[in-house]
């Protein structure tokens, strides 16, 4: 399995959202197009934060849970510490939240605009230890490109 071109990505998500003010229809496609490019992933979506929780927000692949709490799970993890969570095996992480059982590893960056929270991405594997620190480094790349696209915007999704 090779890695995607990260840097190329970046220049595409850039053109893709450069002219475009809806934050739903941005996110939407940033989603749509990390998840095509990458390889051996099932579930790739953001949750939004919505007062004290995460709401599901655009993604790819199966139903999804819908609201996550902050400090809960892999995704309310990376939310309340405001770091990338890169799980090789989601069933030895402590409160895992198994919206799909095939999923087996897993990784979430938390989008911070403006300096605040608005939500993180979350991409799933059934394969695990799927991600790499060269996936980690390469979707936060894309996740801080997206959010620097948002800084403009007063309110997100």
């Known amino acids: 399995m090779t890695n995607p071109d ?8 850039r053109a893709l959202l450069a002219d475009e ?3 739903l229809a941005s996110a939407s496609n940033f989603v749509a197009l990390l998840y095509n490019a990458m390889e051996d992933v099932n579930w790739l979506g953001i949750y939004v934060l919505r007062g004290e929780e995460l709401v599901l927000g ?24 405001l770091e990338t969570q890169r799980v090789a095996d989601v069933h030895g ?9 095939d999923s087996r590893s897993e990784i979430v960056v938390p989008l911070i605009s403006n300096g605040k ?13 799927r991600f790499t620190a060269t996936d980690q480094a390469g979707v936060e790349k ?9 800084d403009s915007r007063t309110e997100f999704i």
Request: with cysteine; hydrophobic share 40%.
């Open 58 to 81: 655009p993604f790819q692949g199966k139903p999804a849970c819908v609201r996550i709490a902050i400090g809960s799970g892999v995704c309310g993890t990376a939310a309340a510490t």
């Open 117 to 129: 929270l608005i939500g993180v991405l979350d991409i799933d594997s059934p394969t695990p230890d």
């Open 21 to 23: 003010d809806d934050a």
């Open 6 to 13: 990260y840097d190329f990505l970046e220049s595409q998500l």
């Open 142 to 150: 894309l996740c801080l490109a997206f959010c620097e696209l948002q």
């Open 93 to 101: 992480f402590a409160g895992h939240i198994a919206c799909d059982p």
